[in-house]
């Protein structure tokens, strides 16, 4: 399924002037596609996913949801996605099994039917054997692996991830992603995955949005090459890596320069933040 975001501008209420969080973002996130958003601190990024997850509606703007398969059919915001957060809302007194199955439970499914999907997940993001353990007995890598596999279990189209593994240490991040990816191959689900890392931008995604600071819109899209991650090497060594990360800094550098001014010129009493210039962001498509 496309998620085809359209003019959305979000204003946020403030107490001394009004907050343009997002400005006119336009972009078609592809079906089946790995689409990574990437911006400085406060440019929107988590604003626009919970846009599109139904979860905030717009000031302005629409999001589409297009199945090719149906085309004539109207997908509300939501219905075909499914969150992943950093914070993982995990249940502490449920297990391991119980926790993935909880999508399932809701939405009626028999007890032995749900646990039996659960447990295929569980097995999936490498959690055999702790099926019946609490979250409190699990390391932070392994209660992410649990949160990944309470999306997946629901099995949506579309998954949207607001930087699932940013509390993570490197370690265990790295191998989180090489995870993700795996899963991704065989299910191709349409992902939109929220970071503020370069690295991890380059390593998971198709296509890299850079986006401005606030007010938020899409700056450039960076490609990455499909015969980048065909690869045997680790590709975080290989110069075209670093030639993409170096690429997509120089995009960032003076929005991430721009977001930090923003913050103190609000520390120092509310200054607003830049008005809206169509010229700074570039509307993308396709």
């Excluded at 403030?14 to 400005?23: E, K, N, Q, T």
């Excluded at 995604?205 to 980048?228: D, W």
């Amino acid at each position: 399924m496309d998620v085809i975001v359209e003019e959305i501008t979000q204003v946020w209420a403030g107490s001394r002037a009004d907050i343009v969080a997002l400005d006119r973002f336009t972009h078609r996130f592809a079906s089946r596609r790995f689409s990574c958003l990437l911006g400085p601190s406060g440019c929107g990024k988590s604003t626009l996913l919970q846009i599109v997850g139904g979860l905030e509606p717009a000031t302005r703007g629409t999001v589409r949801i297009a199945d090719a398969a149906r085309p004539g059919e109207a997908r509300a915001p939501g219905a075909d996605s499914v969150m992943v957060w950093q914070g993982l809302n995990l249940f502490p007194w449920r297990s391991v099994l119980d926790n993935v199955a909880f999508g399932l439970e809701v939405h009626g499914m028999p007890k032995r039917e749900r646990h039996e999907r659960a447990r295929a997940l569980v097995a999936s993001v490498g959690l055999a054997g702790f099926e019946h353990h609490l979250p409190g007995q699990l390391s932070g890598g392994m209660r992410q692996r649990v949160a990944l596999a309470r999306a997946l279990v629901l099995e949506r189209p579309i998954l949207l991830m607001d930087e699932p593994f940013a509390a993570l240490d490197a370690q265990t991040r790295e191998s989180l992603q090489d995870e993700l990816l795996r899963i991704w191959e065989t299910s191709r689900t349409t992902i939109l995955f929220i970071t503020h890392g370069i690295d991890e931008a380059v390593y998971l995604g198709q296509r890299v949005a850079v986006m401005t600071s606030r007010p938020g819109r899409i700056k450039r899209i960076v490609e990455i090459p499909s015969e980048f991650r065909q690869r045997q090497e680790d590709v975080r060594s290989t110069a075209e890596f670093g030639q993409l990360r170096h690429q997509i800094w120089a995009l960032l550098h003076d929005e991430v320069l721009e977001a930090e001014q923003q913050y103190r010129a609000k520390k120092l009493g509310g200054a607003q933040p830049r008005p809206a210039a169509p010229e700074r962001g570039v509307s993308a498509h396709g």
